[in-house]
């Protein structure tokens, strides 16, 4: 998953916005620095959708003069297994009650900032009648 990113210059130095994401904005003083931001409050946005039960926008192609910034692939991960969830109706308690977990694991599970663990995330995409495929394609 990586999203076509906008760089313009602002008054302290480069703003970031993407058109498939209209909450995301990231900055700093220079170009390279708001990139690496970028990625960081890319996740942000992914939890603001994980947390608000919304379905997230797949990135578009990327238009001339835009930078594409990749999502970690935990992060992609939690955002198929919310919307999963979401496609089946339930809530963080009705899969922590397929799982036989805490909802507090369930909670973590979705946390963009935690680190989860990939049989943990397999685990509960498993419980939902899901399988998790990772596929590797070129650059």
Same mark, same amino acid.
């Given at each position: 998953?990586?999203?076509?990113?906008? #760089?313009?210059?602002?008054?302290?130095?480069?703003?970031?916005?993407?058109?498939? #994401?209209?909450?995301?904005?990231?900055?700093?003083?220079?170009?390279?620095?708001?990139?690496?931001?970028?990625?960081?409050?890319?996740?942000?946005?992914?939890?603001?959708?994980?947390?608000? *039960?919304?379905?997230?926008?797949?990135?578009?192609?990327?238009?001339?003069?835009?930078?594409?910034?990749?999502?970690?692939?935990?992060?992609?991960? @939690?955002?198929?297994?919310?919307?999963?969830? #979401?496609?089946?109706?339930? *809530? @963080?308690?009705?899969?922590?009650?397929?799982?036989?977990?805490?909802?507090?694991?369930?909670?973590?599970?979705?946390?963009?900032? !935690? @680190?989860?663990? #990939?049989?943990?995330?397999?685990?509960?995409?498993?419980?939902?009648? !899901?399988?998790?495929?990772?596929?590797?394609?070129?650059?």
């Amino acid at each position: 998953m990586r999203y076509p990113i906008k #760089l313009e210059p602002d008054t302290v130095g480069f703003m970031a916005t993407s058109r498939d #994401l209209p909450e995301f904005v990231a900055a700093d003083e220079d170009e390279r620095s708001t990139l690496v931001n970028a990625v960081e409050l890319l996740e942000t946005t992914l939890g603001i959708y994980i947390d608000e *039960r919304r379905r997230v926008p797949r990135p578009s192609e990327a238009q001339d003069g835009e930078h594409l910034v990749a999502v970690p692939a935990s992060t992609v991960i @939690k955002v198929l297994l919310s919307e999963a969830m #979401l496609d089946k109706g339930w *809530r @963080k308690a009705d899969l922590a009650r397929a799982m036989n977990v805490a909802p507090v694991q369930v909670d973590r599970m979705l946390d963009v900032n !935690h @680190k989860s663990k #990939l049989a943990q995330l397999e685990a509960a995409m498993d419980a939902m009648g !899901h399988h998790l495929e990772i596929e590797v394609v070129a650059a």
